[in-house]
């Protein structure tokens, strides 16, 4: 999946109503929103009315604004990001139809109070939860030592974690015997010989569930 720098959700006029940073690059989300809003009203002044919605992305080179427009409302996702890719694209729709289904009404009636959407964040996060986690990051297991333990002996083959039941493999036995607050997850993939990818995917499962 291509990296992430940044996701947007804005209204029609440009208004950020939410925004997670995944990346080291700070960038203005009112100048974004203000950035995304001159734009539309562009397209809107010099295409056909019907046109200017399909707007779904704009390169600048160094990376890409992935754009999706929501079914039910007049709000837009938007998410800065290295390059184009399919999977970014479809969680950016996941994502949007789920903040609708949330807040139609808050979105049908709003009264510019955007701090009812912050806890929407971890929705976000669940969806790209790899883009926070780096091979230099320390992981922590975020299940009981007592459950940890049975995991590593053999003795428990799934875990439900976010109410999804998952096996438990050799791979992700051997991953766990490693994480003790002072390995890096770059110094667990050397020790286990473990793909740096995979490692990170299944710490993700741990951090946010």
Request: charged share 25%.
């Amino acid at each position: 999946m291509a990296r992430l720098y940044h996701l947007y959700i804005v209204n029609k006029n440009g208004l950020c109503l939410l925004h997670q940073k995944f990346g080291a690059i700070d960038v203005d989300s009112d100048l974004v929103g203000g950035f995304f809003s001159a734009i539309q009203q562009f397209m809107q002044d010099v295409l056909p009315i019907g046109d200017a919605q399909s707007i779904k992305s704009l390169d600048r080179g160094d990376f890409k604004l992935l754009i999706e427009r929501g079914r039910k409302t007049d709000i837009f996702g938007i998410v800065i990001s290295e390059k184009e890719d399919v999977q970014v694209r479809a969680k950016l729709i996941e994502i949007i139809s789920e903040f609708e289904n949330r807040y139609l009404e808050k979105l049908t009636n709003f009264t510019g109070d955007v701090e009812e959407f912050q806890e929407f964040k971890s929705f976000i996060l669940s969806k790209f939860p790899s883009q926070l986690i780096t091979p230099k990051h320390i992981p922590e297991i975020g299940l009981d030592t007592e459950l940890t333990s049975k995991i590593i002996n053999g003795e428990v083959k799934s875990v439900e974690l976010g109410g999804i039941n998952y096996a438990v493999t050799d791979e992700h036995r051997n991953i766990l015997r490693y994480i003790d607050g002072q390995r890096t997850i770059e110094e667990i993939s050397e020790v286990t010989q473990i793909p740096l990818e995979r490692i990170i995917e299944f710490i993700s499962l741990l951090v946010w569930h």
